[in-house]
């Protein structure tokens, strides 16, 4: 029924290569839509297009059968993908990425497998320009499916957030990787007949590995492991692309290799940390000792909703800058809220975002642009700190570390160095906040303790309202 | 395709991806980390190829997951990406001299 002769593409014809360059063209071109808001959405159609181009071809290349098989795949596949994306929330969306990007790397290790097994079942040599890919594709695709599947328990909250640690875990991980390398070199040698057992040993490795790289990364440094396990996956593509052949293949998986380590470098840039010490100190979580015993009982002032109200409504110009609390809190609708009452008053208010804001990169503009504020309104760090000075009163909501002035001032400080909005040079500071606990780092902030420094302690939803409320009323 | 060929076109796509992704501001990083997320489940193709000849049921098992992970990857990671940058579309102005109940009525609605 399915038996279309004319229509079939020969796998590395002409036809069908032409129809690949078409789609990775739909990609890099879809991507580079995204630079601009308005013309983004439109971008991931048209990538979304290529994508339908790539898979359409190869189901008419020759050879493609089991028909059955691969309409079962599709249909539950899609049923997954159209259901979760559908229920998602929007602060749920770095565990949503991590998962997409988990089974993304466990496809590539599991096709790593199937071209073992198929090319030992007839016989057949490896190429070592084919072993070699499928090797490095299955070893990080493995890694990426299990790391993933880490993040995404940490994210969700199933795995606990703070850092899990253990005696000598560097040197295991040390001694697992050296164990892969050097098993993936005897199944290169032996190419000629690979031992199955050997690669799905290889494959068991990665996945332990995966599992006790992620386990020991508390849930700040988040943004960092996510970026980097999304670029692993695209590299995993990519070689999965060399081993099959593909060139669709080879250029997508590679744009998202790129994506991925521009953005891992970018988190940590942010963080003032280089990507290993974020893989392998095992940062934050326990209070650094040392610093947070030094905290002594020092004053703050403490203001309610109304000293806020008559602060913010009374000024020129607000910077609000939130932070992961404000998210779990889910307060930004309430918190747009009250820019709106403070614009209605002729206040001018922009939002202020540290590139870690949130447990993803730009996560942080997404739950704002769901509450509908505009984009021109979300102000990258460095821009907005030319501004701190000018500004009249800056917000703090749920945000801790991205502004504590002892990471320029105090050069023992564990985030000495870090990049910060510097919110202690505007003229007035809210901090809303639950208590004074320490932040991700486990250190005191030294800027709810300066003079012109307010707390407004509470929920951050509920502090939103009733600061809204307030200034409706004056 | 030779090896050398292959890797011409890997180190090209490679220049390529850092020049295009690094004009993406950091507003968007979130959309096009899923949206670049949902290109790589392109392998799903790779599932498709080796579904092909899979003949035993372990490979049959193994085809049928990774296509699934495939879609999964492809069809969820391009609808949530919309989704998202669906949210930055600007929206028909609104007065300003609305009163606050409206604009929370209205931002409301729209979540769904």
Request: hydrophobic fraction near 50%.
């Amino acid at each position: 029924m399915l038996d279309l002769p004319s229509a079939v593409l020969k796998p590395g014809g002409d036809a069908a290569a032409a129809l690949y360059i078409l789609a990775f063209s739909c990609f890099i071109f879809g991507v580079r839509q995204g630079t601009h808001p308005t013309t983004a959405k439109r971008g991931n159609l048209i990538a979304a297009g290529g994508m339908a181009v790539a898979v359409a071809t190869t189901l008419l290349l020759d050879g493609i059968g089991n028909w059955g098989l691969i309409a079962l795949g599709l249909g539950i596949g899609t049923a997954v993908g159209v259901i979760a994306s559908i229920r998602v929330q929007m602060t749920e969306m770095p565990q949503m990425v991590a998962l997409y990007n988990g089974v993304g790397g466990g496809a590539v290790a599991l096709i790593a497998w199937s071209e073992i097994r198929h090319g030992l079942s007839i016989g057949e040599d490896f190429p070592l320009d084919t072993l070699i890919p499928i090797l490095f594709s299955a070893v990080v695709g493995s890694v990426s499916f299990w790391g993933s599947l880490i993040a995404f328990g940490k994210l969700q909250g199933i795995l606990p957030g703070q850092p899990v640690k253990a005696p000598g875990q560097q040197i295991l991980n040390a001694g697992l990787l050296v164990g892969i390398v050097v098993a993936c070199v005897v199944l290169s040698v032996n190419a000629d007949d690979p031992s199955q057992a050997l690669f799905i040993a290889v494959l068991v490795a990665a996945a332990i590995l995966g599992n006790l790289v992620v386990l020991p990364i508390g849930g700040a440094d988040m943004p960092v492991v996510i970026s980097l396990l999304n670029a692993f996956t695209g590299l995993s593509a990519a070689a999965a692309g060399f081993a099959l052949d593909n060139v669709a293949l080879i250029v997508a998986g590679t744009l998202v290799g790129s994506s991925g380590t521009i953005l891992t470098l970018e988190m940590a840039k942010a963080m003032n940390r280089s990507v290993g010490n974020v893989l392998f100190a095992g940062f934050g979580g326990a209070p650094a000792g040392g610093a947070a015993a030094s905290a002594e009982e020092r004053p703050v002032v403490s203001i309610g909703a109304q000293d806020a109200a008559i602060k913010l409504a009374y000024a020129d110009s607000v910077v609000i800058v939130p932070g992961y609390g404000m998210a779990v809190a889910q307060a930004q609708h309430s918190v747009k809220e009250m820019a709106d009452e403070l614009e209605k008053r002729g206040v001018t208010v922009n939002y202020a975002i540290h590139p870690v804001a949130g447990r993803m990169p730009g996560h942080m503009n997404v739950l704002l642009a769901e509450a509908d504020v505009p984009y021109e309104k979300l102000r990258e760090m460095e821009d907005i700190n030319h501004e701190m000075p000018r500004t009249d009163v800056a917000v703090v909501i749920g945000a801790n570390d991205v502004t504590n002035p002892a990471a320029k001032n105090d050069p023992d400080s564990p985030i000495a160095g870090m990049p910060i909005i510097e919110v202690n040079e505007a003229q007035q500071v809210i901090v809303i906040k639950r208590s004074l606990s320490p932040g991700f780092a486990g250190i005191d902030n030294d800027l709810f303790y300066e003079p012109n420094t307010s707390m407004l302690f509470g929920d951050a939803k509920k502090v939103a309202t009733d600061v809204a409320a307030e200034i409706q009323e004056l | 395709m030779s090896l050398m060929t292959e890797i011409t076109i890997f180190v090209l796509a490679a220049f390529v991806g850092f020049e295009v992704i690094s004009k993406v501001p950091t507003t968007l990083h979130t959309p096009l980390m899923s949206q670049t997320n949902a290109i790589h489940g392109i392998v799903m193709l790779g599932g498709l190829i080796v579904a092909g000849y899979a003949n035993d049921p372990i490979e049959q098992v193994i085809a049928v997951i990774a296509i699934a992970f495939g879609a999964i990857n492809i069809v969820g990671g391009f609808m949530v990406t919309d989704r998202m940058l669906g949210m930055f579309v600007r929206k028909p102005k609104e007065k300003p001299a609305e009163s606050s109940t409206d604009a929370s009525g209205s931002s409301g609605s729209e979540e769904g």
